[in-house]
């Protein structure tokens, strides 16, 4: 069923009152393909959860809501569970699915925002863990042909918050599945981020089981990061820039508290919210638009924010960090 001139403000993270000229709400595969069959001609705009975007007009486009339902074990060894979800499940609800069966993998990345489907395009990550790392394959229609084809890890090609649905292959294919190798045993336990270590500790846990590193995850989340159903976000706006070493020697002459992550021998990861911190924007505001007072990686829509707004806050972000730092941090969102 199409409608018109729909509002996407309930479809958007950020709350951002945009509108779309023609919208269709997506349930299952087969409509996808005969709605991509029947407006073969149309302009598209795929739309997933919605929390990993900023929208900064109206999208004069046929919006397909990907809401497809579903959640299937594939297969299940000794050692892993293959599960395999659709792109409309909510992505911390499955990820409670799969803790409460005992299946290891996914729970340093519970309460990020978003659905299933969009989580390959971001290569989405938390705390030590990234999608590539449980991925086993991903299903996709392809726009053109309306036929299904299978994407194996190596062939997502996947990069820090990148995928081939950012480049190559973007607006070429919609994400309709998603089948992870979780481990049914010996779990591979990630802690080694100190915060979820702290947290683990202040809970007077030793021996954390995947349950506990989840709701540890959950308790440091919901401390610093603000809830988008009370202020619009979309978690963190900035990718964390991944520098030379000798930028981050230059720093250190100024800032010898300066946090890093080693990436190799000659690249370190520096966090943007640190950054902004240090040019005075944590908890910076301008009319609705904002930055979080608790994590300056976090821009958010007061209430009555337009897109343009948010935008412009954070090219100014952009700028000052660099201006001081000589480090330019890119948008994790997508800009549309």
């Not at 993270?13 to 709400?25: P, Q, S």
């Not at 499940?89 to 290891?104: D, K, M, P, R, S």
């Not at 809830?227 to 720093?251: R, Y």
């Given at each position: 069923?199409?409608?018109?001139?729909?509002?996407?403000?309930?479809?958007?993270?950020?709350?951002?009152d945009a509108?779309?000229?023609?919208?269709?709400?997506?349930?299952?595969?087969?409509?996808?393909?005969?709605?991509?069959?029947?407006?073969?001609?149309?302009?598209?705009f795929i739309?997933?959860?919605?929390?990993?975007?900023?929208?900064t007009q109206?999208?004069?486009?046929?919006?397909?809501?990907?809401?497809?339902?579903?959640?299937?074990?594939?297969?299940?060894?000794?050692?892993?569970?293959?599960?395999?979800?659709?792109?409309?499940?909510?992505?911390?609800?499955?990820?409670?699915?799969?803790?409460?069966?005992?299946?290891?993998?996914?729970?340093?990345?519970?309460?990020?925002?978003?659905?299933?489907?969009?989580?390959?395009?971001?290569?989405?990550?938390?705390?030590?863990?990234?999608?590539?790392?449980?991925?086993?394959?991903?299903?996709?229609?392809?726009?053109?042909?309306?036929?299904?084809?299978?994407?194996?890890?190596?062939?997502?090609?996947?990069?820090?918050?990148?995928?081939?649905?950012?480049?190559?292959?973007?607006?070429?294919?919609?994400?309709?599945?998603?089948?992870?190798?979780?481990?049914?045993?010996?779990?591979?336990?990630?802690?080694?981020?100190?915060?979820?270590?702290?947290?683990?500790?202040?809970?007077?846990?030793?021996?954390?089981?995947?349950?506990?590193?989840?709701?540890?995850?959950?308790?440091?989340?919901?401390?610093?990061?603000?809830?988008?159903?009370?202020?619009?976000?979309?978690?963190?706006?900035?990718?964390?820039?991944?520098?030379?070493?000798?930028?981050?020697?230059?720093?250190?002459?100024?800032?010898?508290?300066?946090?890093?992550?080693?990436?190799?021998?000659?690249?370190?990861?520096?966090?943007?919210?640190?950054?902004?911190?240090?040019?005075?924007?944590?908890?910076?505001?301008?009319?609705?638009?904002?930055?979080?007072?608790?994590?300056?990686?976090?821009?958010?829509?007061?209430?009555?924010?337009?897109?343009?707004?948010?935008?412009?806050?954070?090219?100014?972000?952009?700028?000052?960090?660099?201006?001081?730092?000589?480090?330019?941090?890119?948008?994790?969102?997508?800009?549309?």
């Amino acid at each position: 069923m199409i409608t018109y001139n729909v509002s996407l403000k309930n479809f958007n993270t950020f709350g951002i009152d945009a509108k779309a000229k023609m919208f269709i709400e997506i349930v299952s595969i087969s409509q996808l393909q005969s709605v991509l069959k029947e407006f073969k001609n149309e302009k598209l705009f795929i739309l997933g959860g919605g929390s990993n975007m900023l929208l900064t007009q109206d999208i004069d486009a046929l919006v397909l809501y990907i809401n497809i339902k579903g959640i299937t074990t594939v297969s299940s060894t000794n050692q892993h569970t293959v599960i395999e979800a659709n792109a409309g499940e909510n992505w911390h609800e499955f990820v409670l699915f799969t803790i409460a069966q005992n299946l290891g993998g996914l729970e340093n990345l519970s309460l990020i925002p978003g659905n299933v489907g969009t989580t390959p395009v971001q290569n989405i990550g938390a705390y030590g863990v990234e999608i590539k790392d449980i991925l086993l394959y991903c299903k996709a229609v392809e726009v053109a042909t309306g036929e299904i084809v299978t994407f194996t890890n190596a062939q997502c090609a996947f990069e820090y918050r990148e995928s081939i649905f950012k480049k190559e292959l973007k607006n070429k294919y919609i994400i309709v599945s998603v089948a992870f190798q979780l481990t049914n045993n010996e779990h591979q336990i990630h802690t080694q981020y100190g915060v979820i270590e702290a947290q683990l500790q202040s809970m007077q846990i030793t021996n954390p089981t995947i349950k506990n590193v989840s709701d540890a995850v959950i308790a440091i989340r919901q401390s610093k990061l603000p809830d988008p159903k009370v202020i619009g976000n979309s978690g963190s706006f900035f990718k964390n820039p991944i520098v030379e070493k000798s930028i981050l020697t230059q720093i250190q002459t100024k800032y010898p508290e300066v946090p890093f992550y080693t990436v190799n021998e000659s690249l370190v990861k520096i966090p943007a919210g640190w950054l902004i911190e240090q040019t005075g924007y944590k908890g910076f505001k301008k009319g609705d638009a904002g930055v979080h007072n608790k994590q300056a990686l976090v821009l958010v829509n007061y209430g009555g924010a337009t897109g343009q707004e948010l935008l412009a806050l954070s090219q100014e972000i952009q700028q000052q960090v660099f201006n001081k730092f000589g480090v330019a941090i890119e948008a994790e969102v997508n800009i549309i």
